[in-house]
């Protein structure tokens, strides 16, 4: 069975970079099947996509974000990551990692627990 | 960018009851379109995509539909179990890929 699991700081000041892993057990992330992303929820808040990386290393970004994040993958250890620069309050949020499943119409069908990042000082 | 909006974003209802969620894209989407339900400190589950394919082991109480700019998820009869927050999904591979605001659903 396919399991994600998020890692990472659950604090980050204000300004700094967030960064977060990603482990991939139970199926391997090298498969052209599939995008690997992350996705985030603010407390009491909706979902906000990201961005999806390939096992080649192609991304996509959400252009809201997209000039503070990177996505990037290391496929010996079956493992992608999220770094989110200049981070303020409005970053705090649950973050999770999904998979994208190309063959299923590009649903987010496995999904991390999720990992709460708060931005304070 | 594709913008999606659920109605409601609350709904009170009884064990038993039949509900109906809509969400209403921007622009036409044909059926690229996923309901997610998500529990209190979990992350979110799927539950239908490509509009009205019920994903496996999903009870068939839940169902989808809709083309174009607008969907529904019914559930036929609610169970305990089924409240929750109910979320959208625009499916694709070009982003950014949305999600409708949600729609908490409560016990009555």
């Known amino acids: 069975q396919l399991q994600l699991q998020e890692s990472g700081p659950g604090l980050v000041k204000p300004s700094e970079t967030l960064s977060l892993t990603c482990t991939v057990s139970g199926g391997s992330i090298s498969s052209s099947n599939y995008y690997w992303g992350w996705i985030r929820q603010p407390p009491g808040e909706g979902l906000e996509w990201i961005g999806n990386i390939f096992y080649t290393g192609g991304t996509y970004y959400n252009p809201s974000l997209k000039s503070r994040v990177t996505i990037s993958v290391d496929t010996f250890k079956n493992q992608f990551s999220l770094k989110l620069s200049s981070v303020t309050a409005a970053d705090t949020a649950v973050y999770y990692c999904a998979r994208l499943n190309i063959q299923l119409w590009f649903v987010n069908d496995y999904w991390g627990q999720g990992t709460l990042v708060t931005v304070s000082s | 960018d594709i913008q999606l909006t659920q109605s409601p974003s609350f709904l009170s209802a009884s064990v038993g009851d039949r509900v109906t969620i809509t969400c209403r894209a921007s622009?036409?989407?044909?059926?690229?379109l996923a309901w997610y339900q998500q529990k209190s400190g979990k992350a979110p589950k799927l539950l239908i995509y490509?509009?009205?394919t019920l994903q496996s082991g999903v009870p068939s109480r839940f169902s989808g539909s809709g083309s174009g700019t607008e969907f529904t998820l019914t559930i036929s009869s609610l169970q305990p179990e089924d409240f929750a927050t109910y979320y959208c999904q625009h499916l694709t591979s070009y982003p950014p890929s949305s999600f409708g605001q949600g729609t908490k659903l409560e016990i009555k």
């Open positions: 490509a509009a009205s």
């Open positions: 622009q036409g989407i044909s059926s690229y």
